[in-house]
C-alpha cells in the first residue's frame, strides 16, 4: 500500500487546498494511505516528535513549543482522524491517544473527512513557509529521515518554481541521503532498501504563471481574476472622475498577469519584464497613446505596471514614475494602486479548481506508476491536456529564462519559452 504525502511550498496561491484535497481524495480511492506535511519543507525537516500519553488540553501547551500557525484554526480545520473513511477502517481507526495539539506533529495522517470542503477555500490550509533548513544537505537528511520514519516515500509537492527545484534536489539526493542514514544506523538496512528511491511529483502553484512547460500554473487564473476585478472598481472611480489610475500588479520575471489583466480590463499602456517598450523615450509613446485615447473620448485611464517592468536601457520603470509623468505631460489626476496581496488570496476562481482536481489525481497515477526507471514529474497542462514532463526539464528550463531575464536577454528569455517566438 502506497503511503503518499501532499505538501504546499513557497508562496500560496488559490487551488493549492483543491489540489491538496484531490490528491488525498484520490489516493484513497487508489488504495493509498494518504499524509499531509503542514509547512512545507519546514514540516518535513521538523518531523513529528514523539509524544505518548492522553490528548493534550490545548491549554496546557507550553508557550516555548514552537507554533508556525495558530493550532485552533488548524484544528478547526483539520479535524484529523475523525474522518468517515478512517473510522470505515481505512486508516489507523483509534486516533483516542493521539495528541490533540499539531504543534509537536508536522506530518499527520488525514482522511476523506480531513478534506472536505476545502475545495473553495483561498490558500492553503496545511500551511506553507520559506524553509532555509531545507536549503541544507543537513535540513534535507532530516526531512528524508522523518519521512521514513512514518514509512512514507511518495510525495506530491505543490509549489512555484523554488519549491520544484527543492523537490529535484531532493529527488537527486536521495540515494545519498539514504546511504548516509543507514552508515550512522538511524535506519535498518531493511529501511533503506524498502525506501531507496523516493517517488515525487510536482503540482505547480503559482500566481504568476511562470514555470516552464507548463501553459497555466495552479493560482494564476484567480489571480487574473482579482485584478480584473480590482481594475473594474478602479474604473468607476476613474471614469466619475476623469482620473488616470497606474496599477501596480505582480510579476518579477512573468508580464503574463500584466499583460491578461491590460487586455481583459482593457488598459491604455503595459509595461512588463520580458518587453521593454522599443520606441524611446518610451514617456514619450505612452502619453502619445493616452493623449490619443482621451482625444476619442475615452474619460478613465489604465496604466499597468509589473513589479518587474523595465525600459529599454534596462531601468525599472516605477509606478509612481508613470504617475508623475502622466500628471505632469498631460494634465492628468493620477493615482497609484498597488494590489499587492490581494491578488494573491480569496476564494479560487472555477478553473483553479478543475485545473488541480485534474492534476491532483494525474499526480497520484503518476506516483503509482513510478519506478526507479521513471523520471520524477511535473504535471502540467499543454494545450489544454493534462500531461507529465519530466521535473528536472521543466525546473531547468524555468531556471534558464529566470536567469536570461536576470540578464535583460529579452531575446533568449523569448525564444525559452516559445520557440517559435524566435522564428
Ligand atoms: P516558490 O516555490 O513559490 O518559488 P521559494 O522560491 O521561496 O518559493 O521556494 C520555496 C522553498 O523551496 C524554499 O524556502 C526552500 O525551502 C525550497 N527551495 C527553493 N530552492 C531550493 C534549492 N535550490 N534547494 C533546496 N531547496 C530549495
Redesign the pocket.
Known amino acids: 500500500k502506497l503511503k503518499l504525502a501532499v505538501l504546499t511550498?513557497?508562496?500560496d496561491s488559490a487551488g493549492m487546498n483543491a489540489a491538496v484535497r484531490t490528491v488525498v481524495k484520490a489516493g484513497i480511492i487508489r488504495g493509498c494511505e494518504t499524509w499531509i506535511v503542514r509547512e512545507?519543507?519546514?514540516g518535513l525537516v521538523l518531523g513529528n516528535q514523539e509524544h505518548h500519553g492522553p490528548p493534550e488540553p490545548l491549554a496546557d501547551i507550553p508557550d516555548n513549543v514552537p507554533a508556525r500557525i495558530s493550532d485552533d484554526s488548524l484544528i478547526n480545520n483539520l479535524r484529523f482522524g475523525d474522518g468517515e473513511l478512517l473510522r470505515d477502517g481505512q486508516g489507523d481507526g483509534d486516533f483516542s491517544d493521539e495528541p490533540r495539539s499539531l504543534r509537536n506533529r508536522y506530518i499527520v495522517r488525514v482522511g476523506w473527512d480531513d478534506v472536505r470542503g476545502w475545495m473553495s477555500e483561498g490558500g492553503t490550509l496545511i500551511g506553507t513557509?520559506?524553509?532555509?533548513a531545507?536549503?541544507t544537505r543537513e535540513g534535507?537528511l532530516a526531512a528524508t529521515y522523518n519521512l521514513i520514519k512514518e514509512g512514507i516515500d511518495a510525495i506530491v509537492v505543490c509549489?512555484?518554481?523554488?519549491?520544484?527545484?527543492?523537490a529535484d534536489?531532493l529527488r537527486s539526493e536521495w540515494p545519498d541521503l539514504i546511504e548516509e542514514l543507514r552508515n550512522e544506523g538511524r535506519i535498518t538496512p531493511e529501511q533503506a532498501e524498502t525506501y531507496g528511491h523516493l517517488k515525487i511529483v510536482g503540482l505547480v502553484g503559482?500566481i504568476d504563471n511562470d514555470m516552464a512547460l507548463t501553459d497555466l500554473t495552479i493560482g494564476a487564473p484567480t489571480a487574473l481574476h482579482r485584478i480584473c476585478e480590482s481594475i473594474d472598481n478602479i474604473n468607476s472611480t476613474a471614469s466619475s472622475h476623469s482620473r488616470a489610475f497606474v496599477v501596480e500588479v505582480m510579476g518579477r520575471h512573468c508580464g503574463w498577469l500584466a499583460l491578461l489583466a491590460g487586455v481583459s480590463a482593457g488598459a491604455d499602456f503595459i509595461f512588463i519584464p520580458e518587453r521593454p517598450p522599443k520606441a524611446m523615450p518610451w514617456e514619450d509613446e505612452m502619453c502619445e497613446v493616452v493623449r490619443k485615447h482621451r482625444e476619442v473620448g475615452k474619460r478613465k485611464t489604465i496604466v499597468i505596471v509589473a513589479e518587474g517592468a523595465i525600459d529599454s536601457e534596462l531601468n525599472p520603470i516605477k509606478a509612481d514614475y508613470v504617475k508623475d509623468i502622466l500628471t505632469e505631460r498631460l494634465g492628468l489626476d493620477t493615482r497609484v494602486t498597488t494590489l499587492g496581496h490581494t491578488q494573491r488570496g480569496g476564494r479560487p476562481c472555477a478553473y483553479d479548481r478543475i485545473l488541480p482536481t485534474l492534476q491532483g489525481v494525474e499526480a497520484v497515477d503518476a506516483l503509482l506508476e513510478a519506478n526507479p526507471n521513471t523520471p520524477s514529474y511535473m504535471i502540467g497542462i499543454n494545450e489544454n491536456k493534462i500531461v507529465r514532463v519530466p521535473l528536472v526539464d521543466a525546473v531547468r528550463k524555468t531556471q534558464e529564462v529566470a536567469k536570461a531575464i536576470e540578464e535583460k536577454n529579452f531575446a533568449k528569455a523569448m525564444s525559452l519559452r516559445d520557440p517559435e517566438f524566435a522564428e
Open positions: 511550498s513557497g508562496g512545507g519543507y519546514e513557509a520559506r524553509s532555509a531545507f536549503r534535507r509549489g512555484g518554481d523554488g519549491s520544484l527545484t527543492g534536489r503559482s
